[in-house]
């Protein structure tokens, strides 16, 4: 069975820090991976979906990469902004399986400070 | 072009009713899903529509259940409600079925239930 895993929990940082948040997933036959951001209360809002074929993608501060041999991605954001304050989800979408269900880790809430 | 909606945005239901949700997705797509977020268990996939019929199924007792119409609306209900549905249930759209496509997600529904 699939699970994802995202640590830590939690991180606080002061603005304009550069940081990382780690997702990994025990079963490496993903058909892609794709990062959320979610607000207090609020649904999800799409940052980055990279195919399994693909190492990274780019937007604006953001990065994320993918290592599908070692069941791992990163969300990489430049400069952070108190306004990048949210909890940030990866999920995975499964081979094998028809349609488009996700499998969510449950999260990383970053806290930005000014 | 709108967005995924979501209504009800809050609901406050008593154990033992019935409550049914509504999403219309995003112009042009067929493909709905829905998933329910709680605080213990984060996100968790409920079931996937597309054309009308229910296409893929996460592991959730048969209280929970759904529909699309024809115009790719969805509906999903909730019988005999428990203490432990009180969570907020998210829908997402997507073109198709193709698992490459990227997923948008609504505002979401909270439901209470005392």
């Known amino acids: 069975k699939q699970e994802v895993t995202q640590i830590p929990a939690a991180l606080s940082v002061p603005e304009g820090e550069n940081l990382v948040l780690n997702c990994s997933f025990t079963?490496?036959?993903?058909?892609?991976l794709q990062w959320f951001r979610q607000d207090p209360g609020k649904g999800l809002t799409s940052l980055l979906l990279?195919?399994?074929?693909?190492r990274e993608q780019t937007s604006g501060r953001l990065n994320a990469s993918l290592d599908k041999s070692s069941g791992r991605s990163t969300l990489y954001i430049a400069a952070s902004q108190p306004g990048d304050s949210a909890t940030y989800l990866c999920?995975?979408?499964?081979?094998?399986?028809?349609?488009?269900?996700?499998?969510f880790g449950k999260g990383t809430t970053l806290s930005v400070s000014s | 072009k709108a967005g995924v909606t979501q209504t009800p945005r809050y609901l406050i239901k008593t154990r033992g009713q019935q409550v049914t949700l509504s999403c219309s997705p995003i112009s042009g797509h067929r493909s709905v899903s829905w998933y329910q977020q709680t605080p213990g268990q984060g996100l968790q996939f409920l079931f996937e529509?597309?054309?009308?019929?229910?296409?893929n199924k996460g592991n959730f007792p048969g209280r929970f259940s759904g529909r699309q119409f024809s115009n790719s609306r969805s509906e999903m209900n909730v019988s005999t409600l428990e203490l432990g549905d009180s969570a907020l249930y998210l829908c997402?759209?997507?073109?198709?079925?193709?698992?490459?496509?990227?997923?948008?997600f609504g505002p979401g529904t909270r439901l209470t239930v005392t």
């Open positions: 999920a995975v979408r499964l081979t094998g399986q028809a349609g488009t269900a996700l499998i």
């Open positions: 079963d490496s036959a993903i058909y892609n």
């Open positions: 529509y597309f054309s009308e019929t229910q296409r």
């Open positions: 997402a759209s997507s073109l198709s079925l193709d698992r490459a496509r990227e997923q948008y």
């Open positions: 990279i195919q399994s074929s693909q």
